[in-house]
């Protein structure tokens, strides 16, 4: 009997308005040491997104290094990509932790598919780190092609590599069609365009280890075991309430079993909304104990003098546990603008309050100035 764990998305730096999140990974990575040490497990896969930045901070690097290197102390094999928040060059320099440890690192889609896998005895295991548009136009000759035309080409390449082997494995970071998402992954990345479908993905594999998304899932529209092992704790809000996996598998013969395994967390999410009517004392009394980060929304009249009093009731109470407060003035916005959430762009919203708050419309050199400004953020940011 054979034991894999596969983990994934670290996002090690992680922060919510500067609240790290870095004690949140160690609580999780300490369980998974944990596991490693009991279930007696060989190989450690991660598939995906070790640093939430392209530069991470010393910290975050410390805390990489520090677990690389006790887990390659253990003896385990650990195999790692780079998932799209990573950079592929910042996994190249950690490449040199290969001469010293058991640490096998996948900066980057390698043209060569017999480069992109790692044999382990008799288990193969294909490496496609996180295919960026990028990198995969300039590797390919075929440049007509869609990009998930693209993918599912080089996954039928890494398939036919590792066909011989007893047994096989995907390690990837890419996004499947019909999966989950839960809002954190980065929008331009789990767009449909960038997904592949479940049948693209080869039925010669025995288990797919995939990260990206942040739900732990299996899909079940692909052939193989398929699944992703979601983010080791709830990365941001969109998580809140979703616990978190790491998937122990088990190699037995001809069979090959999964058993997902829960994660406590160090601390969870948790959003709470605050009404008109409530006092802030007692909405937060029974909360503000808990081991949690918090999201208040507050609700309130626009001219309530107890608007600024409450606040600082709310930072007083929850402290360095708060991460974002948010303000809402539900009369307001049902007095003066429509419901249909399609014109609730930014521009308009400020029209509105200008209304509300000097009762005329805005001066039309100010709309001009202020969507010219508006055009210029969408701008860079389409960029970035
Ligand atoms: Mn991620």
């Excluded at 202020?370 to 055009?375: A, E, F, G, T, Y």
């Amino acid at each position: 009997m054979r034991k894999i764990l596969h983990i994934s998305d670290l996002h090690a730096g992680k922060s919510l308005n500067k609240i790290s999140r870095n004690p949140d990974l160690i609580y999780a990575l300490n369980q998974v040491s944990q596991i490693c040490k009991e279930e007696k497990v060989e190989l450690l896969l991660i598939s995906g997104d070790i640093f939430d930045k392209p530069i991470p901070d010393y910290d975050s690097e410390f805390i990489i290094l520090e677990y690389l290197t006790e887990w390659s102390r253990s003896n385990i094999q650990v195999v790692l990509i780079s998932g799209n928040h990573d950079s592929y060059d910042k996994l190249k320099a950690y490449k040199n932790l290969e001469k010293l440890a058991k640490v096998r690192i996948f900066d980057r889609p390698n043209p060569n598919v017999s480069e992109s896998v790692f044999v382990y005895d008799n288990i193969a295991i294909a490496c496609l780190p996180y295919p960026s548009e990028r990198i995969l136009t300039k590797g390919s000759e075929d440049t007509y092609r869609s990009y998930t035309q693209k993918v599912a080409q080089y996954l039928r390449a890494l398939a036919k590599a590792v066909e011989n082997y007893q047994y096989r494995i995907l390690l990837s970071h890419i996004m499947v069609e019909k999966a989950i998402i839960a809002g954190s992954e980065r929008e331009a990345s789990v767009s449909e365009f960038y997904a592949i479908r479940p049948d693209q993905i080869p039925e010669v594999f025995d288990y797919v280890a995939l990260g990206h998304l942040h739900i732990h899932q299996r899909i079940k529209q692909a052939v193989p075991k398929t699944y992703y092992a979601g983010s080791l704790y709830q990365i941001d809000f969109s998580e809140k309430d979703r616990e978190k996996f790491v998937n122990l598998v088990i190699i037995e013969d001809k069979d090959i079993k999964v058993k997902p395994i829960k994660l406590s967390l160090y601390r969870e999410l948790k959003e709470i909304k605050i009404e008109k009517s409530q006092s802030v004392d007692r909405a937060l009394e029974e909360l503000k104990n808990r081991n949690a980060i918090f999201k208040v929304i507050l609700e309130s009249e626009l001219n309530d003098p107890m608007l600024n009093i409450k606040v600082q009731q709310i930072h007083q109470i929850l402290g360095d546990k708060l991460a974002f407060l948010k303000l809402d003035f539900p009369e307001y916005f049902q007095t003066n603008i429509t419901k249909d959430t399609e014109s609730l762009n930014i521009l308009d919203l400020y029209k509105a309050y200008y209304r509300h708050a000097y009762k005329t419309d805005m001066p039309e050199n100010l709309e001009k100035e202020l969507l010219s400004i508006l055009q210029r953020v969408q701008h860079e940011a389409d960029q970035a």
